[in-house]
């Protein structure tokens, strides 16, 4: 079976499907309330999860020696806080739709570029020129979208 149809392919295309409803999810949330108590509240929520979820499972938390960690590793808590405010802020502007298709693109534009260079302790995939014929057609296709 090819990686297209694979279980990690589905897995990560769920992850897409939550990620737009997410993103629509807090955008209206920011509109009742404010984009910081929104993203506050979004993250506080996830937070709480989160630790059912490493108490559920016993997931190592005291016990790991996170000062061994690479600083850069911790940046994703940065982004996630800048994702759900720029997500929040776009999508009543242009539109979930012409949203997400522009988070898609700059997902993959910069998703070529961590796997060509190996960036942020990834292994290296380097891109052949048909795969960067197909991110092209891709934006091409995404700029269809677009009303």
């Excluded at 499907?17 to 506050?40: F, P, R, V, W």
């Amino acid at each position: 079976m090819s990686k297209f149809f694979s279980f990690p392919f589905l897995v990560a295309a769920i992850s897409g499907i939550a990620m737009a409803i997410q993103g629509t999810l807090n955008s209206s949330l920011s509109q009742k309330s404010s984009l910081l108590s929104a993203t506050l509240i979004v993250h506080l929520i996830g937070t709480l999860v989160s630790l059912v979820a490493v108490l559920t499972w016993r997931a190592p938390l005291l016990n790991y020696n996170w000062t061994s960690v690479p600083w850069y590793l911790y940046l994703g808590g940065i982004l996630s806080v800048l994702i759900v405010g720029l997500v929040a802020v776009s999508i009543p502007k242009v539109g979930v739709c012409n949203a997400t298709t522009a988070i898609i693109i700059g997902q993959v534009s910069m998703a070529v570029l961590i796997d060509h260079f190996g960036w942020f302790g990834m292994s290296r995939h380097s891109w052949t020129p048909s795969q960067f014929i197909g991110v092209a057609l891709f934006a091409a296709g995404a700029k269809l979208l677009f009303r």
